[in-house]
């Protein structure tokens, strides 16, 4: 069997080191290690002191209890602490697909839950988002990829790279089609916490009495991606078939990460966190579209309900690849091409950066644009 690589992840560890405007990635601008001490209440000299020592396999209790606590019935036991979502995508695949099973993936997405499903024999099912209607889902094809019964069905909510958000009624539909089928729904939540203003946060759809899992991370709202902490909280049974694929793929997760981590989700801290992102997100996002309006009818654009990101459709003749390499090469920028999430004619740019070093970029893209 072929192996698939994993197109957007293959893309970003070939071009992004190096690189001057990196408008690739999909979280907000990233905190130093004594920014993130300093909001979350961190005692720099007892971090100092700490033992780096292996942690917890599945996380240290003080983690898996904050984190438990963002999930209405959930306790400790249905945590599993990860080496960011990523491993987290990869144990659920690797416990819920088998050669020949079936998964829905509503698309376009972050393809790696779906890429480990191919590499593990699985047939992938995709279940496309209507453009022409702000993405939403099409409950008509969600409907009819449900025979044969799925393994699973595969959300990313809010998505990337679309930054939207399920309606209530949409959320209705995936989760009947869910419980009617018998499929694990496993809602990939890493955006949560980056809505823009005015925006609640966004419901998590696990339900402690139903077949859900929920994949999580600091990397997103949180501003921490290098810290590599996500989390997978799920039924006991499957955190239990996990944590044995986990302890074959990376044992534990980071002792200095998870006491990090500790800090990050209490109450206080998570909210003066999530602030920040918002701010950054909300200031990036108008500079963003004060570029765009520079070119009238050359951008389509349904703006992000949420999420450092715009995926931004363009017309230019010009395929997503192609452009994406002449604004690397050209200007040193980095966007990630369409062509990635299978949406060709299309970009995904990120926004939630310094303001100047925001500008600057953004005047190298436009510059290149409309020579082209």
Known sequence: MAFQPFAVEQYLSETEHGVRYNFSESGVHPMTLGDACALAGVD?????????????????????????????????ENVLVTVGATEANTLVAGALLRPGARMLTLTPTYGQLPGNGVNLGAQVVEVPLSASDGWRLDPCALRAALSPAPALIH???????????????????????????GAWLVADE?????????????ASLWRADARRIVINSLSKAYGL????????????????AMWRRHEYAAIAAPILSMVLAE?????????????????LIDRGFETFQRHLRTLPGMFTLTPPMASAMSFVGYDLPIGSEDLARRLRTECDVL????????????FRFSSALPEDHLEAGLSRMMDLIKAL
């Open 44 to 76: 720099r000299e007892a971090l100092w002191e700490g033992v780096l020592d292996y942690p917890q396999v599945n996380g240290s209790d003080r983690l898996r209890a904050a984190i438990a606590g963002l999930y209405p019935g959930a306790g400790p």
């Open 263 to 279: 800090a990050v989700l209490q109450p206080a801290a998570r909210a003066r966190i999530t602030a920040r992102a918002r701010g």
């Open 190 to 202: 890493v955006y949560g916490g980056t809505e823009r203003a005015g925006r609640a946060p966004t």
């Open 225 to 240: 991606p290098g810290l590599r902490l996500g989390w997978v909280v799920a039924p006991e049974e499957i955190i239990t």
């Open 335 to 346: 966007v990630v091409p369409g062509a990635r999430f299978g949406c060709e004619g299309h």
């Open 155 to 181: 959300v990313v909510n809010p998505n990337n790279p679309t930054g939207q958000i399920l309606s209530d009624a949409d959320r209705m539909v995936l989760e009947d089609a869910a419980d009617g089928s």
